[in-house]
């Protein structure tokens, strides 16, 4: 840590300031003291106090979930820690925690911080904070404007992730495991299943060849888009040895036993069975035996755990279960894995699609290239009876699962969300899946109101 | 492209096979975008096939390479840190990356008498022989640099444009015009009715958006 400046304590207490009036107001201080610090103190993340442990959360799917059950868990066994829930994940977000977390010297008060950190942000965040570890949990093409691609991404963590911090990677992501090549790793990997598959059933694989060689990269298995069990054929590139595997996981149980390096087991609950969760329960594990807690301390947390009602919900209403599900827009893997669910669910369903970014539209942006690299093909699937699909770009969207395959008859459109729910035909229903954006909370809302509006109509009939 | 022409034959070149049209007659030649490393390879991979490629070009071969594949038959393509890379010399056109800044627009850009809608998302800003030889002009968004508002290159049948796709789903009338030049003399669409639509919406939408002043 280099030493405090006037320039820093100006800062510091600048922002102090300027949270306390925040909050006044009643406003969350999400990233405006420390965009105002760092205005002020270019190195003020840099300077200012930070706890022994930090943890580090990154990659493209996940980082929110992870970061929310490792807080959960360390509440949960009286752990005090900082952490970046109500900021933003940027460095203005960082900065803001980093503020909260010190007193007006800028000496940390907790021990542990839990940081939530975008991989696009991290060269403005790591030349200043070492991770103790850092989670990576997996590696995807993202929004193309933003991430561009996976090799781009994966050299920016490899440029600015610190020499001296511990990295926790997915082992079945050959992108992940491969960043920062000189750090010291610890791999985890969920050992194959039985819905992992010989040919890839997705539309993008964000690594085909190897990088080493470019020989094409021969798979053992496809679990989904690039993760499984790959190798080149050509030399020594593959996916690495893992330190956790997941070995045994019953579904129905909803229990999964990890082997340990030294060829030890531990059972763990896991109450979500989504692939997804697995791999972000599999790395929480991981990560919270690194700094010391036990099975029974890891477990207890995990059992309690719930995913936020953002992400997912579901409700019985009259008979017709209303799912809704996070399809987060311009993200090609969240929304692929989305409408997989839909199709895999069991009943027969109503898919209501709700994928325009409208956050991104209010600011004007139109690009839609992500659509196609989107399996909308999982909507195409004969339990889902009706595919719905409103929001600004209804009309691409209509475009892009007429592509897929979808019958004309069985789609039905309007660019308003109510309007577009009306057309819903609840005969023999039993399932409406509602695949929202992150911005269209409000939305999905008045979808739900209006299902509920519908089936109670027709019930009285 | 397939989907409007169900009894096309899809040739998918991997890096390490020698291109299809080396020894065979291909009715559409396609280079979509790719990463620095993977531009880097493809250069590499189609040095030895420069002079066929010029051949096609002059024979009116249908091209087209979106994104920032026309860099690869540019003259170079530059570093930040001052390193290049050769590319196939074929147009003259000098590439500048700048990793640390993408580039995103919406454009409107005019093709013979077609208006084109789209996105471009890029590292790079491309500088030398960009006026001539055009693909077209904008009228929204930037061009081949930010100081042109000419866009991608045409010679005889080769296009080329940054604009990314779904170029050809989001301009039915220009996807039209390359089936025409293909040799199908009455091209018609798969969801043409669908295709349409979204293009009139984008199109009123865009004008309407940023060119508050056009009708």
């Known amino acids: 840590m280099s030493k405090k400046t006037l320039k820093f304590y100006i800062a510091l207490w600048g922002a102090k300031a300027g949270s306390i009036i925040l909050k006044l107001l009643g406003r969350n201080a999400t990233y405006f003291p420390g965009k105002f610090a760092l205005s002020i103190c270019p190195n003020f993340i840099e300077m200012i106090g930070k706890s022994k442990t930090i943890i580090g959360v990154t990659g493209t799917n996940g980082k929110t979930t992870v970061c929310n059950m490792i807080e959960d868990t360390l509440r949960e066994n009286n752990y005090k820690f900082i952490d970046n829930k109500y900021g933003s994940n940027i460095d203005s977000g960082i900065a803001t925690t980093l503020i909260s977390g010190v007193n007006l010297t800028g000496k940390a008060k907790k021990d542990i911080a839990v940081l939530e950190i975008d991989e696009r942000s991290v060269s403005k965040v790591f030349p200043y904070l070492t991770p103790t570890y850092l989670i990576c949990t997996n590696l995807f093409r993202d929004s193309l404007m933003r991430n561009a691609h996976t090799e781009f991404i994966a050299g920016v963590l490899t440029k600015y992730i610190p020499k001296q911090t511990k990295l926790i990677v997915n082992a079945d992501d050959l992108i992940c495991s491969n960043i920062a090549p000189d750090n010291e790793k610890i791999y985890f990997s969920i050992d194959k299943l039985e819905t992992d598959t010989e040919k890839c059933n997705n539309i993008v694989r964000d690594i085909i060849v190897c990088p080493k060689c470019n020989t094409k990269l021969e798979y053992e298995y496809y679990r989904y888009h690039h993760i499984g069990k790959a190798h080149c054929p050509n030399c020594d590139f593959g996916t690495p040895k893992a330190d956790y595997i997941a070995n045994k996981i019953d579904i129905d149980k909803k229990k999964m036993t990890i082997l340990q390096k030294d060829e030890t087991q531990e059972e763990y609950d896991i109450p979500n069975t989504n692939i997804i969760n697995m791999y972000n329960m599999l790395a929480v594990i991981v990560l919270l035996k690194q700094i010391g807690l036990t099975q029974e301390q890891i477990n207890n947390g995990l059992k309690k755990l719930k995913i936020v009602e953002t992400r997912y919900s579901e409700e019985e209403y009259e008979g017709i279960k209303i799912v809704t599900h996070l399809a987060k827009g311009m993200n090609p893997i969240a929304c692929s894995r989305a409408f997989e669910y839909a199709k895999t669910t069991d009943g027969n369903k109503i898919a209501i699609v709700l994928v325009d970014d409208l956050h991104e539209d209010a600011k004007g942006t139109e690009n839609i290239a992500w659509q196609y690299d989107t399996d909308f093909e999982f909507l195409n699937d004969d339990t889902i009876k009706q595919v719905i699909i409103a929001g600004p770009r209804y009309l691409d969207t209509i475009v892009r699962i007429r592509m897929a395959g979808v019958p004309e008859e069985k789609i039905a459109y309007e660019k308003n969300e109510v309007e577009a729910t009306a057309k819903a035909n609840l005969e023999g229903i039993d399932k409406v899946v509602i695949l929202h954006d992150l911005y269209s909370i409000e939305e999905t809302e008045r979808i739900k109101n209006k299902l509920k509006e519908m089936i109670k109509e027709k019930e009285t009939k | ?215």
């Open chain 2, 1 to 215: 492209m397939h989907k409007c022409i169900p009894d096309a034959e899809i040739i998918e070149t991997e890096i390490n096979q020698k291109p299809a049209f080396v020894e065979q007659k291909i009715d559409l030649i396609y280079l979509g975008p790719s990463s620095e490393r993977g531009q880097e390879i493809i250069i590499q991979k189609l040095k030895p096939y420069k002079e066929k490629i010029e051949e096609l070009i002059e024979n009116g071969t249908t091209f087209l390479f979106t994104g920032n594949a026309i860099e690869v038959l540019g003259d170079s393509i530059k570093n930040e840190d001052g390193s290049q890379i050769e590319g196939l010399e074929i147009f003259h056109i000098r590439a500048k990356r700048n990793m640390m800044n993408r580039r995103n627009s919406n454009i409107i850009g005019k093709y013979e008498d077609i208006e084109i809608v789209g996105f471009k998302s890029q590292f790079t800003q491309a500088y030398g022989d960009v006026e001539e030889n055009s693909l077209m002009e904008l009228e929204l968004g930037m061009g081949m640099n930010e100081n042109t508002n000419k866009e991608g290159i045409k010679k005889n049948h080769f296009i080329a444009t940054y604009v990314i796709g779904p170029i050809l789903i989001l301009n039915p009338l220009f996807t039209k015009k390359l089936m025409q030049m293909m040799g199908i003399e009455n091209p018609t669409l798969a969801l043409e009715k669908e295709v349409m639509t979204a293009y009139e919406a984008r199109l009123k939408e865009f004008h309407k958006k940023f060119k508050p002043e056009s009708k």
